[in-house]
């Protein structure tokens, strides 16, 4: 088993930058086990959404949604099983809860989807005021 913790979420005015934090723990084996990590966001009444994933081995393949390309970045340090995620200029239709996943497949073979991921963190609400 994996657990995943969130950190970093909090308001924020338009324009401002936040920084997600995600740190994975548990057995040697199963934190080895991680190959690709991601952030996901929901709202009230919508689907949870991809915002970016990381490949976490090898060449750190990034994938990022079409609403935050540009603005924010997704980072690695394997060595501590952590991903990051720089969010800037921020918009009021940022405002989600965050959460970080995990998962075993790469996506360099399987591609990027919500279903390949496993573990979930419980989230971290991000607030972008107008």
């Known amino acids: 088993q994996v657990q995943l913790v969130e950190s970093g979420g909090g308001l924020v005015q338009a324009g401002g930058s936040l920084r997600l934090s995600c740190a994975a723990s548990g057995s040697i084996a199963s934190l080895n086990a991680i190959n690709a990590m991601g952030w996901y966001r929901q709202v009230p009444g919508k689907q949870r959404e991809l915002v970016a994933a990381i490949r976490m081995v090898g060449e750190g393949i990034t994938k990022y949604s079409d609403a935050v390309n540009g603005r924010f970045s997704n980072s690695r340090k394997n060595a501590k099983n952590t991903m990051a995620l720089q969010m800037t200029s921020l918009k009021p239709e940022d405002t989600a809860v965050y959460y970080c996943?995990?998962?075993?497949?790469?996506?360099?073979?399987?591609?990027?989807?919500?279903?390949?991921?496993?573990?979930w963190g419980q989230g971290t609400q991000v607030t972008v005021s107008s």
């Open positions: 996943a995990a998962s075993p497949l790469d996506p360099k073979t399987t591609g990027w989807g919500k279903a390949m991921f496993d573990y």
